[in-house]
């Protein structure tokens, strides 16, 4: 005997609607229902009972709610099919644009030795660790083969500034092939501002070159968190974010923190440093498991679940902070919210699917390795090159994007065909994360049960939609971030 049911089980009573495909998950009692594209809506026990049975009156509201999120559609109607699948192909509309970022490591050197970095950073020979300009002109013929409108080219460390002429020159370069090319282009320098000068910031402002920095909260915190010589590097940091404001404008400076396990009591002290110095926003995010993060043990000090309460509490007052009439952004929060709310994919390349590595950024290591991700060749250092697609003097763009070091992690990482996700309601708001999982479990999959990545990402879901659901306020604010 069969242990399913006939399909005509499950058709609609009266043939007045029809199901379309969604997925739930059930939320104190209640039950959260997203559809193929992420739109999502909460309904009552009850309510998903007749819905789920079939025995929806045809004429009740809940048809219409239901209705207007493609859950359901009416019998013989075509529409809902058509706005489903034109969500669908916007949403992967990236695709095609491969690929967005380009990562320039310009120098592996670094003053800095912060014992949670993830970069297994070198402090001396320049000749040995810095990118030098034949290496940095083929990043940069790779950069302008990908089909991407938007290009996004990053300096990155290391510290980079260590290595600025070489950054002038990839710059300068870059803009006049853009003459031609007519992309979107732009400059981001990651650096931990430690070695600002009044000549970076000259060029930075003539070249409109975006700063992002790190700043792990208040003094004693960061200085501890980052040692350097002089034990001076939040005093060098804060200095440096407000100068960058004056000179280049306050949109032109961001800065991430990183959560140690100092950090986890002092999330409000954290944030009232970013709005001390006058920051917008903040992005409040884990430890990940690379470089020296491991060798220090600082990524196994804690673990998912405080993490979590971390997040919460921080995102909470922000929250409070906004009631206050204060404009400040969580982030993660946002690029989540973005995916939830509207039908625009923000590639952020940790939450994609396919995922994000080689598609949405390619890394052009200092002595000219290609790889998948920042985090691909962070392992790479630590002597893993699974994530290595190849090198600038033999390669192209065309046998690194088709190389099996690349197709391999994103199809066994796909998450519509993943256990566990594939019956995941926030599927669409997930990414896949092959890296991760590859450096967490052994494989590009990973076992999603038992997966960090999985825990944080479904509490945070939960979390905002609980949220939204029940908060007006947290409703408008996280309506107004998502639409930034
Ligand atoms: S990783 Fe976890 S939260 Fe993300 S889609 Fe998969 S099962 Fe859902």
């Known amino acids: 005997m069969s242990r399913f049911r006939g399909a005509e089980a499950f058709a609609a009573s009266g043939d007045d609607w029809q199901l379309l495909p969604f997925r739930f998950e059930r939320l104190n009692g209640r039950v959260l229902v997203t559809n193929m594209v ?10 998903f009972e007749v819905l789920a049975t079939g025995e929806l009156p045809a004429d009740s509201d809940l048809v219409r709610r239901l209705r207007a999120k493609q859950v359901i559609k009416r019998s013989g109607e075509r529409a809902p099919l058509s706005l489903l699948a034109l969500k669908a192909r916007t949403r992967h509309a990236r695709l095609a644009e491969s690929t967005g970022l380009h990562i320039f490591v310009v120098s592996l050197r670094c003053e800095h030795s ?36 938007s290009l996004k080219i990053e300096f990155q460390g290391g510290e980079p500034l260590l290595n600025f002429g070489l950054i002038e020159e990839v710059v300068r370069q870059a803009e006049v092939r853009n003459r031609d090319e007519g992309r979107d282009l732009g400059f ?79 999330v409000r002290d954290i944030i009232d440093t970013y709005v001390d110095l006058g920051l917008r926003g903040i992005f409040l995010r884990p430890l990940s498991p690379y470089g020296f993060a491991i060798k220090t043990k600082s990524y196994s000090a804690y673990d998912a679940e405080r993490w979590i309460d971390f997040y919460r509490e921080g995102l909470g007052y922000i929250l409070e902070l906004n009631r206050q009439g204060l404009d400040l952004t969580e982030y993660f929060s946002t690029v989540i919210l973005r995916k939830m709310l509207t039908n625009v994919e923000p590639g952020y390349v940790d939450l994609m699917s396919p995922a994000g590595i080689g598609i949405g950024a390619l890394v052009y290591n200092y002595d000219g390795s290609v790889y998948a991700s920042d985090e691909g060749r962070m392992l790479a250092e630590m002597g893993d090159e699974t994530f290595r697609l190849g ?16 197709l391999a992690p994103l199809e066994e990482s796909f998450a519509l065909s993943a256990p566990m996700c594939s019956d995941c309601a926030f599927e669409t708001y997930c990414g896949s994360d092959p890296v991760y999982h590859y450096a967490t479990s052994g494989d590009f999959l990973g076992r999603k049960s038992e997966s960090d990545f999985c825990r944080r990402n479904m509490a945070i879901f939960k979390h905002l939609i609980d949220l939204y659901e029940n908060d007006e306020f947290a409703r408008r604010t996280f309506l107004s971030w998502a639409g930034r």
């Not at 992420?38 to 309510?47: F, N, P, Q, T």
């Not at 990651?190 to 208040?218: K, M, Q, Y």
């Open 114 to 149: 912060c014992p949670y970095c993830q970069v297994s950073r070198q402090s001396e020979d320049r000749d040995r660790y810095d990118m030098t300009l034949a290496t940095a002109e083929r990043g940069l013929d790779m950069t302008f083969r990908s089909p991407s409108r």
């Open 391 to 406: 090198h600038l003097e033999v390669d192209t763009y065309e046998s690194i994007m088709t190389s099996e070091a690349l």
């Open 38 to 47: 992420g739109e999502h809506l909460v309904l009552s026990g009850e309510d």
């Open 188 to 266: 981001v320098i990651a650096s931990n501002l430690a070695l600002l000068s009044d000549e970076v910031l000259d060029f930075c402002a003539r070249h409109n070159i975006h700063i992002s920095t790190s700043l792990d909260g208040p003094a004693d915190l960061h200085n501890r968190n980052r040692p350097r010589p002089g034990r001076d590097s939040w005093e060098r940091a804060v200095d440096g974010i407000r100068r960058v404001r004056e000179t280049l404008g306050v949109d032109h400076i961001s800065a991430l923190m990183t959560t140690t396990k100092r950090s986890l009591d002092r």
